[in-house]
């Protein structure tokens, strides 16, 4: 692991009746291909104890590949850049702390997603947590 950003806490999205959501970005480094680092990381959400569920549901834990090196792939299973990290702000709030320099696909930075997301859901961050107040 080579940089974890803070934890946010989250409202819950699509089923709205359930605890909120801890969040944070952890940055890697693997030699791991996308297929095997998701096989990876799935395996780890199975050792924490998630079970299947519903979409949107209650879990354990939920570990998303957002980034890979730059990199772009796309199968069945896996899409990198994730498709909908643009529109979760309990995804980029994270990700700006690891990379603030990050631009989209469109050139679009990190910071004028976030903006353009202001209001959408609640994202706050964790009590007691040690991270630096966003810039």
Excluded: C
Excluded at 19 to 25: D, G, K, V, Y
Excluded at 52 to 68: A, K
Excluded at 119 to 135: C, D, F, H, I, Q
């Amino acid at each position: 692991m080579l940089r974890v950003a803070g934890i946010y806490e989250t409202e819950p999205v699509g089923v709205r009746d359930q605890p909120w959501f801890l969040n944070t970005a952890v940055e890697v480094s693997t030699e791991l291909p996308p297929k095997m680092l998701l096989a990876a990381v799935k395996s780890v959400e199975e050792s924490a104890g998630r079970t299947p569920s519903y979409r949107w549901g209650p879990r354990e834990i939920d570990i998303d590949i957002l980034l890979y090196d730059g990199e772009h792939f796309s199968d069945d299973e896996l899409t990198i850049p994730h498709p909908r990290m643009r529109e979760r702000l309990f995804a980029l709030l994270p990700l700006r702390e690891l990379r603030p320099e990050w631009r989209d696909d469109e050139g679009i930075g990190i910071d004028a997603l976030i903006e353009r997301l202001g209001g959408t859901a609640e994202v706050r961050p964790y009590p007691g947590n040690l991270m630096p107040e966003p810039s």
